[in-house]
């Protein structure tokens, strides 16, 4: 079978978030699903298969980091969205199966992709003992995103801040399901940005993931109440980088974004 390596949420190779993306038949066991993750080592690799004509949906997707199985992943569904459209597996919008229900990805005639995603329910906490420690900065609010995302979300006083953080992963995981979104608002919008952010995931074996679509359904609604406007665009400035164009629409958040082949080849297992 075809595997390919395809950098999301970038216009060019070598940046953005890399993710595997297979086409099968079906689902194999999750065990052999786990081991080519384990194999591939990026942030995700997605399998996605067809499905039956009529339903309410086209592909069935699944995701999984080197060490698990996630809920939602933004990167990796752009990814295959992309390798679909590219390959003529399938033309127009496609509809994806998965863990967080139906999720739609739609080409545009520029070659972007839009994804439509569930809005992360934001709920403002306590600053955790020790979260301060942990990421190396102190925060100035922190906020639960509910059970698809699994993060905390921290507010930061500035984007220099964010910049320079050198957190202690081991010490970040035991402050949320799968760990940290670090954000703050853009020191100046004119570079073509509205806010920046850097995603620590040390519970699903990720210290630093390079472009996180699933954080941006928190990140979306956060800013876009603060700065007043429903689209926005973010920039997560891991050492690849990465710019998420968001819209916030109720209780959906579109994501919008470019992807670019790097490699394909033949898994031989």
């Known amino acids: 079978m075809r595997i390919r390596i395809v950098d999301a949420f970038t216009d060019r ?20 699903l786990q081991s080519v993750a384990m194999e591939v080592n990026h942030a995700e690799t997605a ?28 990167h990796a569904t752009l990814a295959t969205a992309h390798v ?16 967080s229900g139906v999720l739609v990805a739609t080409p545009a005639e520029d070659g972007a992709l839009t994804l439509d995603f569930p809005t992360a329910p934001l709920t403002r906490v306590d600053i955790p003992e020790g979260v301060a420690e942990a990421l190396g900065a102190e925060p100035l609010a922190t906020f639960d995103t509910g059970p698809n995302v699994g993060d905390l979300l921290v507010e930061l006083a500035d984007e ?11 010490a970040l995981g035991a402050h949320s399901a799968r760990g940290i979104i670090a954000t703050a608002r853009a020191e100046n919008p004119a570079c073509g940005y509205d806010y920046v952010s850097r995603c620590f995931f040390p519970n699903i074996g990720i210290d630093e993931d390079p472009v996180t679509g699933s ?8 800013w876009s109440e603060r700065l007043g406007r429903p689209d926005l665009t973010g920039l997560q400035a891991s050492p690849r980088s990465g710019r998420v164009r968001t819209g916030l629409r109720g209780e959906r958040t579109l994501l919008s974004g470019r992807a670019v082949t790097v490699i394909e080849g033949d898994l031989l297992v």
């Open 13 to 32: 190779p070598f940046a953005g978030n890399p993710a595997g993306v297979l086409l099968l038949d079906a689902f194999p066991g999750d065990d052999w």
């Open 47 to 74: 399998f996605a298969h067809p499905l039956p004509a009529g339903g309410e949906a086209d592909w069935a997707l699944r995701w999984f980091t080197p060490v698990a199985e996630v809920a939602m992943c933004g």
């Open 84 to 99: 679909l459209r590219t390959t003529g597996a399938h033309e127009g919008p496609v509809r994806f199966a998965t863990r």
């Open 160 to 170: 220099k801040t964010v910049h320079a953080l050198r957190p202690d992963h081991k």
């Open 215 to 222: 954080a941006h359904t928190a990140l979306a609604p956060y």
